[in-house]
Structures are given as C-alpha cells and as structure tokens.
C-alpha cells in the first residue's frame, strides 16, 4: 500500500470542496478506493456525534453521544485510538459482525479541540499504525478544510424547532414550559428576546419570568409590567384578529400605539405571533434591538412553535384539573381525605388546630326528604363553612356528614374562636353542627390529634350538639 499515494488521492479534491459535508463524503468515497474499511466521518451537531459520511457497513451510527463508543472516546479525549482486537474494547461499536481492527483519529478545530472524528473498521489484516499515521494526516487536512468552510454543519433551524418541541413536550410544570417554549423562540428565530403574555381572567398578565433573560428581554418585561392590562389585552386580541406580523427591519417607521411600550423597552425587530384561542391563550413576542428583517419562514417556525407551545401548555392544564379533581369531592369540590392526610401529616405542634366537624341529625334529613336534599344541605353547608375561615385556612370533606378545617393558630383559644364563627355560620343556613379541637403536641402522630380532636366532637355531640369543644392537652 502506497500511503503517500493515498494522501495525494484523497486530499486533492479538498480545497474544491465548497461545504464541510461535501469535503467529508469526498474523502470518504476517495479513502473507499484504496481499503475495504468500513469508513466514517463523525462531526460534532449541537450535543451529538453525527455521521455526516460512511461507507463499508450494513449500519452505521446516524449519532453518537460524545462519550459513547471508540470514536466517543476519541473525541472526547483528543487522543488516537488503535484497537486490534475489537472483542477486548468494551466501547467497541459494531457496524458490521466481522470487524476485527479499528483506527480513529480525531479531526481537530483551531485551537486544538475535537470537531470530530475519522473512523476506520476492518474485517481483515491490516498494517494498524502505518493506518493510524495515514489517518492523522488525512484528518490535520480535512479538519482545516472543514475550518476554512466555517466548522461543521449546524442543526437546521427545522431540527432545532423538532428539538425543542421534544423538551416542551417532556416539560413537567407550567415554568418548565415557558423555560423552553422561550429559549426556543430565541433559538430558532436567532432573535435575542422573547416574551409570552397569556389571556388569564380577570385581566391578561405576562407569563413567569423565565432563565436568565438579556438586558433586552428584562426592559420588554419591565415596560410591559407597567402598561394598563388593556394594551396587553390589546396586543392579544390584534394577534389573533390580524394573524402574526413581523417587522420590515427599515428605519424610520413609528411603531403603533400597541407597539410603544415594546420599543420604548429598545426593540427594534419584532415577530408577533398568536397562541392557542383568544380567550384563553395569548402572543408570542419575539424581538431584536438589532433592525433585522425576519423572513416569513421564521415566522412560520414561530407559528409552529406557538402551537406547540399551547399544546403543552393546554396538556398540564387538563392534567393539573384532573389531578385536583382526583383530590377533591365532587359534591361539594372541596379537597378529601388524599390531600387531608397528607396536609395534617406536616402540622406543627401547637401551631396547627385540626376541627372536627359533624353535622347534626343528617341522617334524619336523608331519611325523611332522600339523599338528593341531603347532598344540597352539605353543598349549601359547605359554601357557609368556607366563607367562615379566613385567608389561608383549609376545608375537607373526609366522610359522609363531617368535615375538616386545618388551621394555623397562636394559641388555643384562637381555634376555638374560629369553630364557634363555624357553627354561627351553620346556624345561619338552618342547620347545626358539633365541633371538636385539638391542636398536636410534640411527638405526636396526625392520627392521634385526629381523634383527639373527634373525641372532642363526640363530648359535644353528648351535651346537647350545636357547640365546641376544645380537646384535653
């Protein structure tokens, strides 16, 4: 084998070669002609080893993570590899069952770092290191000339927009979402900026703020936090009447009045896209201080990503209602015995009052008027004991006619004080109830205050009903 030859063969063509692609499959092919190799050239795209050329296998490796494999390895680590036998490298990737050798090299960017690698696989006798040094020196040409050409392929603005969608898609909360669907406007418009506002009732709002925006994104958040909810309002409604809308990137051109606070803020470039329905879902802002001129592509990646963005967006909503649906009675919507158990579990002892409560004679309203007045009587009832707590104070239904309120107290007699507004309240709809209150002491179990707390309602339930006990310490 004349490796000198197989340079001049393989490198001639390099400097003709106008994309980094086309330099890769050029030298592949040229290489093919003088081994049986299996043969492949792997570059760096984003976050993976991607195979950009190849010959010789029945499979090869489309990508890599950066540290799988004998070309993971290599890349990551900057040094050659030389395996003869594959069998005895667990980082071996088999492209075909006969290979036996293999040689790869690490293609190598301007300052000395690993853009990627050339592979090298035989199924036969070879000379490895008069391969391995044939190998570095095709690889020194070619990663200059991928260099020249500007380094290796990026995604495509289509495969960063499918990335994307794939991290919303797997987003867990509202946050995540946002996070994503944000860093992906930026992304795949090449826009510096981007903010989401939402048509919530009663008044529209900007989504949470997300990463860590720029200097632009921060100014767009401040000027809109300050603006009526009517010019948010008003962007909304004109997004989804007129359709998306992008800027000309000419100077001299006012904004419209809907606009002001946006370049007021320092964008100059602006693609305004709709998102989900008008009542319910919002805009995608997505700015520039530079005065660029986005093309209608970009904003149909946009549109895309805005639908993609509500998709998820209305997905954690339905799951978010169906999970409190699962937490809650749905006679009377408040929350049971699932999320009560777990609530009393972190009470704190002598700050945290649990009231029983049991409503008196229900069962002679079910038997005397059926169970249709009687679910009217705990709704009606239910409503009453709500609007007796205050701000922060927590009711459950954990059975048939009793209730539950979870509350954060500084000393006893304020929870009793709270029971006896209960049982006020209760009056008022025409019913009574009995009250029982303990508060948990040190070391003590939920389920202990518990019946502390029922025994209590019981003492009550004994003189006469219509009243409130607190439990024995």
Not at 52 to 65: E, I, L, M, R
Not at 225 to 250: C, D, F, K, W
Not at 253 to 267: K, V
Not at 368 to 397: C, I, K, N, P, S
Request: glycine fraction near 8%.
């Amino acid at each position: 084998m004349d490796h000198e030859r197989v340079l001049r063969d393989v490198t001639v063509r390099l400097p003709m070669a106008s994309t980094a692609l086309e330099a890769c499959r050029w030298t592949v092919t040229a290489l093919a002609r003088h081994t049986p190799a299996a043969i492949s050239i792997l570059l760096q795209v984003h976050d993976r080893l991607r195979c950009v050329a190849a010959t010789g296998a029945w499979q090869v490796f489309s990508t890599v993570p950066p540290k799988t494999g004998i070309v993971g390895r290599v890349y990551a680590s900057g040094e050659p590899a030389v395996v003869a036998d594959v069998t005895a490298d667990p980082d071996h990737l088999p492209v075909r069952p006969d290979v036996t050798a293999e040689v790869c090299v690490p293609l190598r960017g301007p300052t000395g770092r690993p853009i990627g690698v050339l592979d090298l696989q035989w199924s036969g006798p070879v000379e490895l290191d008069r391969w391995r040094e044939t190998a570095e020196r095709l690889a020194a040409r070619l990663g200059a000339r991928i260099v020249a050409l500007d380094g290796p392929p990026a995604e495509s603005r289509s495969e960063k927009l499918l990335r994307h969608a794939a991290a919303m898609t797997a987003a867990p909360t509202e946050w995540d979402l946002m996070t994503a669907a944000i860093a992906a406007a930026r992304d795949v418009s090449g826009l510096s900026a981007a903010v989401l506002v939402l048509a919530d009732r009663p008044e529209p709002r900007l989504s949470a703020p997300t990463g860590t925006p720029g200097e632009l994104e921060s100014r767009l958040r401040a000027e809109l936090t300050e603006v009526e909810p009517a010019v948010l309002g008003r962007l909304i409604a004109g997004a989804h009447r007129q359709g998306s809308a992008y800027t000309l990137g000419e100077a001299g051109h006012p904004p419209t009045e809907d606009h002001l606070p946006l370049a007021r803020a320092g964008a100059r470039t602006l693609v305004t896209v709709p998102v989900g329905p008008p009542d319910a879902g919002g805009v995608l802002l997505v700015a520039d201080e530079r005065l660029l001129r986005p093309d209608p592509t970009t904003v149909n990646l946009m549109e895309l990503l805005a639908g993609q963005a509500w998709t998820c967006l209305d997905r954690l909503r339905t799951l978010a209602r169906l999970r409190e649906q699962a937490n809650s009675d749905p006679l009377t919507g408040l929350r049971h015995t699932g999320p009560f158990g777990r609530r009393i579990a972190s009470a704190t002892p002598g700050r945290t009052a649990l009231l029983a409560i049991d409503v008196d004679g229900f069962k002679d309203v079910n038997d005397t008027y059926g169970h249709q007045a009687g679910d009217r009587l705990l709704v009606g009832l239910a409503r009453a004991l709500e609007g007796a707590l205050r701000q922060g104070d927590e009711l459950y239904r954990t059975g048939g006619d009793e209730f539950v309120a979870v509350i954060e107290v500084s000393r006893p007699e304020e929870a009793v004080r709270i029971a006896e507004r209960l049982t006020e309240a209760a009056r008022r709809t025409g019913r009574t109830i009995s009250v029982g209150v303990a508060l948990p002491q040190p070391g003590e179990s939920p389920d202990l205050t518990l019946r502390r707390a029922d025994q209590a309602l019981y003492a009550v339930k004994r003189h006469g009903r219509d009243g409130v006990r607190l439990a024995a310490a």
